[in-house]
Nanobody
């Protein structure tokens, strides 16, 4: 059974930092057969992509609102992906979700979601 378990959410003041982590288990194939993403969703808004990292970490993309404040990384030996978030703003408050999607011939079309971790940012 595939499990993506997020941790590291919490409550901070504006300007503070948090590091989110996602530990993956149960993939049929190798962890590095999957691109990994962080998404977020705040009340009344659609879920939106925050950051994406390719299967070997060579390609990274960020949403425009990140503005250099967040860093996504992965450790394929530990099947984890992290999101370091600095200079947090109240607008960053949301539930953050870990997401994996298959990109190889064997894993293409598969995707998995974690249950999310809540980030609260007070002004």
């Amino acid at each position: 059974q595939v499990q993506l378990v997020e941790s590291g959410g919490g409550s901070v003041h504006a300007g503070g930092s948090l590091t989110l982590s996602c530990r993956v288990s149960g993939f049929t194939y190798l962890f590095n057969d999957y691109y990994m993403d962080w998404y977020r969703q705040s009340p009344g808004r659609d879920r939106e992509l925050v950051a994406e990292i390719s299967n070997l970490g060579g390609t990274i993309k960020y949403a425009g609102f990140v503005k250099g404040r967040f860093t996504i990384s992965r450790d394929n030996s530990k099947a984890t992906v992290s999101l370091q978030m600095n200079s947090l703003e109240p607008e960053d408050a949301a539930v953050y979700y870990c997401h994996g999607r298959g990109t190889t011939t064997l894993t293409s079309g598969s995707e998995f979601w974690g249950k999310g971790t809540l980030v609260t940012v007070s002004a």
